[in-house]
């Protein structure tokens, strides 16, 4: 999913972004935008390149982050078992006889 955005995202930048959709939709030739003013579009896919880099990493920590906390779910949970078995050795369960025998 995220590949796919990105791609998508970055083939709109490779495009023109806005401003090269919107001259195509005046019905403006696109490619005579594009030449017009490289410098503009270059700066633009500077600035898109980096949010794109900055999206990945905030991704990368994201996930980082899941699964340190997910190794802590699983140490708290292996801490619980201990405890409950070391629980069940010091009082073992009562008879399941109802008469008490």
Do not use: N, Y
Not at 9 to 34: E, F, H, M, W
Not at 45 to 62: C, D, I, P, W
Not at 71 to 89: G, I, K, T, W, Y
């Amino acid at each position: 999913m995220r590949c796919t955005f990105l791609v998508a995202l970055l083939t709109v930048a490779q495009a023109g972004g806005a401003p090269a959709l919107a001259a195509a939709s005046r019905g403006q030739d696109a490619a005579a935008t594009t030449q017009a003013d490289p410098q503009r579009i270059g700066l633009h896919l500077k600035r898109t390149a980096s949010e794109v880099q900055q999206l990945q990493q905030a991704v990368a920590a994201q996930e980082s982050r899941s699964r340190q906390a997910q190794e802590r779910l699983r140490e708290q949970d292996r801490a619980l078992e201990q405890l409950r078995q070391q629980l069940q050795a010091t009082h073992p369960a009562p008879p399941s006889g109802k008469d008490g025998s």
